[in-house]
């Protein structure tokens, strides 16, 4: 997985400073036994959307994708609206800084946004974690509003869908396929 975001995020045909990624889509068809191959395309691009994808293939078989859903020109409004919470949610995760910015290094992912004293945590590294933590080979995360570092983050799950909260606030949605 971490091979195919820095695939992604190295990828020369796009360049997104300062995007915020609305949605992400990933599924693992393979298990990765062998070195993947990758490739990857943008969809679709204007000023205020571009669409990627990025697949890893083993011998030409495709082994997982990955498709990102970018906010161009974008800045980050307050919450028009957060989500109270009746049930208890769970403690999931304290993303630090120092964890966002190794995220960072490792993926190739040099957006500003994730290397500031107030930094954002990647929603690549939110995927991973949730992939991590479900097992999912299919999941499909919304992002609402960003998670910043040093900030715990709560899940509540109800079925397939997992939303995550942090500081009371609705920051993601993730549906398990």
């Known amino acids: 997985m971490i091979d195919l975001f820095r695939a992604f995020s190295t990828t ?14 990933y599924q693992r068809f393979k298990s990765k036994l062998d070195e993947e191959t990758y490739r990857s ?8 959307l571009c669409i990627a994808s990025c697949s890893g293939y083993i011998e030409n078989e495709i082994a997982e994708t990955l498709t990102v859903y970018l906010m161009m020109n974008v800045t980050v409004k307050e919450p028009v609206q957060t989500e ?5 949610e769970t403690l999931w995760h304290n993303f630090s800084k120092e964890e966002i910015a190794d995220f960072s290094h490792l993926t190739g992912d040099t957006n500003s946004i994730h290397l500031t004293e107030n930094p954002v ?34 899940l509540k799950q109800e079925g397939n869908l997992i939303k995550g909260f942090s500081n009371g ?9």
């Open 12 to 25: 020369e045909d796009f360049f997104y400073e300062g995007a915020f990624i609305a949605k992400v889509k």
């Open 121 to 154: 945590v990647q929603g690549l590294f939110i995927l991973k974690e949730l992939c991590n933590t479900t097992k999912a080979n299919k999941i499909e995360v919304k992002y609402i509003y960003p998670v910043y570092g040093d900030k715990s983050v709560f």
């Open 84 to 88: 109270t919470i009746q049930e208890k």
């Open 169 to 177: 606030i609705l920051c993601f949605k993730a549906t398990i396929f």
């Open 41 to 48: 395309e943008v969809l679709k691009s204007n000023e205020k």
